[in-house]
């Protein structure tokens, strides 16, 4: 009986193990801060026709980029602003990388499950109110049902700058 427990025990703490290791390489294999520029640019430069078949199409159609993918985007851009004891990945939170992300959302919010919430949190940013970025963050958070790093507050002025410094410079 106790060899069962310790086979159990084990078995339980590997794939523990594998998860844990499986979602830092999803998270860290999420788009380069490149790509979120090609797919912005792909959506703007489609034609008036193209959007308007889009529409008409069946609400299964595939969106140009996977909300997971988003969801990574937008909790690692939230890091540059939030206090928390742990944070794996960074995306520079730039004006740029806001609009191309806004642009991914606007063509996509119907496909996206919290298509809102994106646009709403983005929208904000745009304006320079970052002050969602801790509910930002621990939304996303709790939807990938995380475990360490809930975000605490908002950094200083000057942590953020060291933020920028030691991941972006």
Do not use: C
Not at 115 to 128: H, I, P
């Amino acid at each position: 009986m106790n060899l069962l427990i310790k086979t159990i025990a084990i078995t339980f703490g590997i794939l523990a193990l594998l998860a844990a290791a499986g979602y830092y390489f999803i998270t860290q294999s999420a788009f380069s801060d490149g790509e979120i520029t090609e797919v912005a640019e792909e959506i703007e430069g489609r034609d008036e026709q193209e959007a308007v078949a889009e529409e008409n199409e069946e609400k299964n159609v595939d969106a140009d980029m996977e909300e997971i993918q988003l969801q990574i985007y937008l909790h690692q851009m939230t890091h540059q602003k939030v206090a928390a004891a742990k944070k794996i990945g960074a995306v520079e939170m730039t004006p740029d990388n806001i609009d191309n992300l806004l642009t991914i959302v606007s063509a996509n919010k119907a496909h996206y499950e919290h298509g809102e919430f994106y646009e709403t949190a983005l929208t904000a940013w745009k304006q320079g109110d970052f002050s969602n970025a801790v509910d930002v963050h621990n939304t996303i958070w709790d939807w990938q049902d995380g475990t360490v790093g809930r975000a605490t507050g908002l950094m200083s002025a000057e942590q953020e700058r060291v933020f920028v410094q030691e991941h972006f410079r």
